[in-house]
Nanobody, 123 residues
Framework: QVQLVESGGGSVQAGGSLRLSCAAS?????TAWFRQVPGKKREWVAT????????YSSDSVKGRFTISQDVAKNTIYLRMNSLKPEDTAVYYC???????????????????WGNGTQVTVSS
């Protein structure tokens, strides 16, 4: 079992920045950020592999969002810069042993989820 708690969401104007945190109860092999807008499918944002530090991010956020980790604190971060109104969503942290990197985009590859944190970007 892994408990995940997200924090750091809030309201910001377009062009602004936020840093989300995901505190885990114990280390995970792989941790990801997803986001979801009501009525739409949950969208993969980024993934980090704990041991190697390897990161992946979606094309929609590449160059603006950065996933990182503090291994000592079992905490994953999502630094979000140049925010756009279309980034508005509930952001979720997810973790599991996703050994095939081709599956990191699939929400069903992750067993453990946090409750989410709301990010609202106004124009």
């Amino acid at each position: 079992q892994v408990q995940l708690v997200e924090s750091g969401g809030g309201s910001v104007q377009a062009g602004g920045s936020l840093r989300l945190s995901c505190a885990a109860s114990r280390p995970s092999y792989c941790t990801a950020w997803f986001r979801q807008v009501p009525g739409k499918k949950r969208e993969w944002v980024a993934t980090i592999y704990t041991t190697a530090g390897t990161t992946y991010s979606s094309d929609s956020v590449k160059g603006r969002f950065t996933i990182s980790q503090d291994v000592a604190k079992n905490t994953i971060y999502l630094r979000m810069n140049s925010l756009k109104p279309e980034d508005t969503a509930v952001y979720y942290c997810a973790a599991d042993q996703v050994r095939n990197s081709a599956l990191i985009l699939d929400q069903y590859s992750y067993l453990y989820w946090g409750n989410g944190t709301q990010v609202t970007v106004s124009s």
